[in-house]
């Protein structure tokens, strides 16, 4: 009867840690992958804001090369 109720005791105690543990674990995993999820997004914004300014200045030095070649420059 002792055994049984220590045994007892023991699996709740070990099922608690256990379920921190998971739970901890889960919690980590989820913050490096919002971290990863930020730098990606700040990567991706500042690739998309350097390709913005060359088609910017690719179009507008395409545009300059056309009227100079239309004045006969």
Known sequence: MLFRLISS??????DVILS???RWVLLLSWIQLKKKMILLNLKLKAMKSSN????????????LGYILNAIGL
């Open 52 to 63: 913005i300014w060359k088609i910017v200045i690719g179009a507008v030095s395409a545009a």
């Open 20 to 22: 921190e543990f998971l």
């Open 9 to 14: 005791i023991l699996s709740m105690v070990l």
